[in-house]
């Protein structure tokens, strides 16, 4: 349909208009600047600007509506990047923008091809897009429908059958049903609106039949489901927050300045730690942040390069072989293989979590989801331009780990050591990776009976940016019915029960610790045995629908 000039420009301010309505609804559903914790109401219907917009664009203003809306939505929801590094809000801007601008058309096709139910394509085709983005070198958790509601416990319950996913396709569906039901042509009148919107609901009340006693099931589970663990054993951690950037001090000017800092940190790290056993001498962990303390503890002791470094790495084995409690401390884990760096001193890195009784490491786990970009890059050949601007700008490369590992910490001392007889069995998904539900899973399936998480947001400066990430911790607990303690340089360090409920939380941006007392339960979950089949049903049953008409063509073709 050809429209006048004056109507074309009117409909493209009014997309505009609906487009950057849907990105701050986004936006504002998840923890930001004026809501700590979110709007997670919002999310309900968050979507309905652009699937509307979709829904009266052709297929080439969807690919620019969508490149708008996926690089104005994460801009807006994701601004604290930018503190990081002027790149990074640029490049996951940049992702989105083709993402959705691919999303968008296929979107439209949805509707195409099923005039009257093509709401329902959409519907499964956007939650399997956000289980996809979340897989590979690019895999970005941040901004899945279902983590806006978090604060919402009985509605998250069914995460530990569905994953996370299960309570994105209950939020996103209220935006696809109501976008299909709004006139396509604007200006709109109450009564006007009335009437489509009745004559919507009268031909698509099975779907929305369906969706309302569906949410009348995630809600009754929400409230029997939860698990009752006041008879379990009980573990008590002490959570350290130094409350400053460990790699801060990398950046000062001459190797003994930023030595001095790193002493620094020591220091507050000690005292911490000191006032936190003091205080709880029934303490059966006490857990530093992810790279909390940063020289190389097993590289400087056998290689011995630096001699400011070493002098550090003694000093904290000496005051770890005077404590009686095990230490969980971040670390860079540097050894030597030829096979993997055949140049300079064969040094490879690892991001590491280590288990400490005394001064000896008696376990270590090794990063396995690497942050890319600013961890991990594995184009080097292939993208030489992209590789040699980020050594430019410092980044530090990790190796992956390849082992979900699970530690067993005894301290007989400890409250959990005190009820009975055997360790503690615990894994520690570093950062960035407690916003991916398989890695949580395939621990607590190697028989972790707790998640500690260690994490460094403190470079973000952002209340936002942590609790964002909290936000997804929270499900972590709840898929794999385990309680979640999160030792955070800055924030948010907490206790989450294995209902998703935070039982105790730090004051973030404050040297702190806090002693975490957590049921330590054995509970298997429909998710922990199964894991993200839910997706891959959308996926599936999206591909079929989208290939069905293509086939019905075929078959009318060759019988004529």
């Not at 604290?80 to 790149?87: D, K, S």
């Not at 489901?225 to 379990?232: L, N």
């Not at 005190?418 to 395939?442: H, N």
Request: hydrophobic share 50%; charged share 15%.
């Amino acid at each position: 349909m050809n429209l006048s000039p004056e109507r074309g420009v009117r409909s493209f301010f009014t997309n505009l208009a609906a487009i950057a309505a849907g990105a701050v609804l986004f936006a504002a559903a998840f923890p930001n600047l004026l809501f700590e914790n979110g709007l997670p109401l919002l999310a309900w219907i968050a979507y309905v600007p652009v699937f509307w917009v979709i829904r009266r664009s052709g297929f080439g203003a969807c690919v620019f509506w969508g490149a708008i809306y996926g690089y104005g939505a994460y801009g807006l929801f994701n601004y604290w990047l930018g503190v990081f590094h002027p790149l990074a809000g640029l490049i996951v801007g940049s992702i989105y923008l083709v993402y959705m601008a691919v999303l968008f058309p296929v979107l439209k096709l949805a509707a195409v091809l099923y005039p009257n139910k093509g709401y329902v394509l959409q519907w499964l085709m956007w939650v399997g897009f956000e289980y996809l983005r979340t897989k590979g070198f690019l895999g970005y958790a941040y901004g899945v429908s279902g983590y806006s509601q978090w604060h919402l416990t009985p509605v998250i319950q069914i995460a530990s059958v569905t994953g996370v996913w299960g309570v994105s396709a209950v939020v996103v569906f209220p935006s696809v049903w109501l976008a299909a039901a709004l006139p396509g042509d604007i200006p709109w009148s109450l009564e006007g609106l009335k009437t489509r919107f009745l004559n919507f609901l009268r031909k698509e009340k099975v779907s929305a039949l369906v969706w309302t006693l569906t949410l009348a099931g995630v809600l009754v589970f929400g409230f029997v489901s939860p698990v009752d663990y006041q008879d379990a054993r009980k573990a008590k951690l002490a959570l350290v927050q130094h409350n400053t950037d460990p790699w801060a001090p990398s950046k000062a000017p001459t190797p003994k300045q930023a030595f001095e800092e790193y002493w620094t940190d020591f220091r507050i790290l000690k005292r911490l730690s000191d006032e936190a056993i003091a205080a709880n001498p029934d303490l059966d962990l006490v857990v530093w942040s992810e790279t909390a303390f940063v020289p190389r503890i097993y590289w400087h002791l056998t290689v011995r390069d630096d001699h400011y470094s070493y002098l550090l790495v003694r000093e904290l084995l000496d005051y770890l072989s005077t404590q009686k409690v095990p230490f969980v401390i971040g670390n860079d884990d540097a050894r030597k293989d030829p096979a993997l760096n055949p140049q300079g001193n064969n040094q490879v890195d690892y991001n590491a979590v280590m288990l400490f009784e005394g001064e000896e490491i008696k376990q270590l786990y090794r990063k396995q989801h690497l942050v890319p970009f600013t961890e991990h890059f594995p184009y080097e050949k292939q993208l030489p331009f992209i590789y040699d601007a980020l050594i430019k700008a410092d980044t530090h490369f990790w190796e992956k780990g390849k082992e979900a590992t699970v530690f067993a910490s005894t301290n007989p001392q400890g409250l959990f050591g005190s009820q009975g007889k055997g360790a503690l069995k615990f894994s520690s998904p570093v950062c960035f990776e407690d916003t991916f539900g398989y890695l949580s899973r395939d621990f607590v399936r190697n028989g972790a009976e707790l998640i500690v998480n260690l994490t460094n947001d403190a470079w973000s400066r952002s209340l936002p940016a942590q609790m964002q990430h909290l936000s997804m911790a929270v499900f972590r607990a709840v898929e794999n019915r385990r309680s979640m303690v999160r030792s955070t340089a800055s924030g948010q360090t907490c206790a989450i029960d294995p209902n998703g409920r935070i039982l105790a939380m730090a004051q973030p941006f404050a040297e702190t610790w806090l002693a975490a007392e957590v049921p330590v339960i054995q509970v298997s979950s429909l998710y922990t045995r199964y894991g993200d089949l839910l997706p891959w049903v959308f996926i599936v049953l999206s591909l079929f629908l989208l290939i069905l008409p293509a086939v019905h063509g075929i078959i009318r073709v060759v019988k004529k």
